[in-house]
């Protein structure tokens, strides 16, 4: 289905300690959180609140394990008008990506974002009025040009709690933003958390997508997350995360409509869990088994 060559598979340090909710997880030291991604068999991870920021320093810690670094998230705040602090703090995090050898650039815009808030994504999230939408546009366009200095790519998260987290969303910066520019970062999680389909979105943005983040939602949890209007961080720690292939989420048509793509890049898994509750290098081994099996990588 996949070429080995083409397609990698990683995995978030957020498994093992979370950068939204640093108190789940925040006693795991970052080698243990390491050498357990190299146990379960990924060649490679993102960024994570404990990683050093300085390459030579990181790599110290990567390369004795073979671990490559697949991307690093970077917030935007184009919507609350801060396009000059944005960009000059994009060229460094880029820099540092450019020289850990990584290709794509994780964004997200977090302006007016309610991610980690106590309150319901649903009811408070932003809403952009036509100023904020060509603000994002415009200003993702400019960090895919300096992404493009270096011959690197942007790719878009979209997130709960900011302003691009339904499908509606997500088809309007696709619509607004240049398809050789700003690419797609599929979140199977998010998107299913969001109203939305994994699959349906996958098929739309075929040729754009560059990224796969595979996290999977607990239905029933997530059924509780409407009942009691939970705030995303309270839903977390509900456990409405988990491994792909543990979850509600049918993977195997997303990986036939990307597969016939012939898709390139990473496989990332998340699962946001509180790792008491959840074992990390269970849920990674649990992860790694199930895409063995379907995609026999």
């Known amino acids: 289905m996949f070429n080995s060559s083409q397609v ?20 795991i030291p970052l080698e243990q959180c390491l050498d357990e991604m190299v146990q379960a068999g990924f060649q490679g991870c993102e960024l994570g609140n404990k990683f050093p920021r300085k390459s030579e320093d990181l790599k110290s810690y990567l390369e004795p394990r073979s671990l490559q670094l697949a991307s690093g998230w970077f917030s935007t705040y184009f919507t609350e008008g801060k396009q000059e602090e944005t960009l000059h703090d994009f060229i460094s995090h880029r820099d540092f990506l450019y020289e850990m050898g990584t290709q794509q650039i994780i964004v997200s815009e977090c302006g007016h974002c309610v991610q980690g808030k106590l309150q319901s994504v649903f009811d408070t999230k932003p809403v952009f009025n036509e100023l904020q939408w060509k603000a994002l546009a415009d200003g993702l366009e400019k960090l895919a040009t300096l992404a493009q200095e270096k011959n690197m790519e942007i790719t878009y998260h979209y997130h709960m709690g900011t302003g691009v987290q339904t499908r509606d969303e997500v088809d309007r910066l696709m619509e607004l933003t240049d398809p050789e520019k ?76 990307l597969s016939s793509q012939n898709y390139r890049g990473w496989f990332v898994v998340e699962a946001e869990q509180d790792p008491d509750k959840a074992n990390p290098l269970e849920y990674a081994q649990k992860a790694r088994q199930y895409l063995r099996e379907t995609i026999n990588l």
Do not use: C
């Open 8 to 27: 990698k598979l990683g995995i978030a340090p957020i498994n093992w300690t979370n950068d939204d909710l640093p108190e789940l997880g925040g006693h």
């Open 182 to 257: 700003v690419s797609l970062l599929v979140d199977t999680g998010h998107i299913t958390y969001a109203g939305g389909d994994a699959l349906s979105l996958t098929k739309a943005y075929l040729p754009r997508i560059k990224y796969v983040h595979l996290k999977d939602i607990r239905g029933e949890v997530l059924d509780s997350v409407h009942k009691q209007r939970m705030s995303f961080i309270d839903s977390v720690k509900a456990g409405v995360f988990t491994v792909p292939g543990d979850g509600m989420i049918d993977y195997r048509p997303i990986f036939e409509a």
